[in-house]
């Protein structure tokens, strides 16, 4: 079993930058995708960035992309969020996802909530305005 813990938020103000973080333990699973995912009061959790086993390959959603940097340290089972340029829509509580096999995804890298097998429990990230 795999096991996420997240770190890092907290209140930030319009045009901050904060660096969340999740450290896997466990079973860990090096070579598999691990991803970001929020959620806003009142709305769906949603696919925000996504890397590869080796961290070669990185794909983000359309609304972060250019501001949010992901990155992994395979060494430390640790997989980083760097977030810029924060807005007020970025509020929301961030999870960390982690794929613990090779079982197929739809699309070029996996980015439904269906496709990943472990969740941390969410860190809350609040941008002031």
């Known amino acids: 079993q795999v096991q996420l813990v997240e770190s890092g938020g907290g209140l930030v103000q319009t045009g901050g930058s904060l660096r969340l973080s999740c450290a896997a333990s466990g079973r860990t699973a090096r070579n598999y995708f691990m991803g970001w995912f929020r959620q806003a009061p009142g709305k769906e959790r949603e696919f925000v960035a996504a890397i590869s086993g080796s961290g070669k390959m990185t794909y983000y959603a359309s609304s972060v992309k250019g501001r949010f940097t992901i990155s992994r340290d395979n060494a430390k089972n640790t997989v980083f969020l760097q977030m810029e340029s924060l807005k007020p829509e970025d509020t929301a509580v961030y999870y960390c996802?982690?794929?613990?096999?090779?079982?197929?995804?739809?699309?070029?890298?996996?980015?439904?909530?269906?496709?990943?097998?472990?969740w941390g429990q969410g860190t809350q990230l609040t941008v002031s305005s």
């Open positions: 996802a982690a794929r613990n096999s090779p079982t197929p995804y739809s699309g070029t890298y996996p980015r439904a909530l269906t496709e990943y097998d472990t």
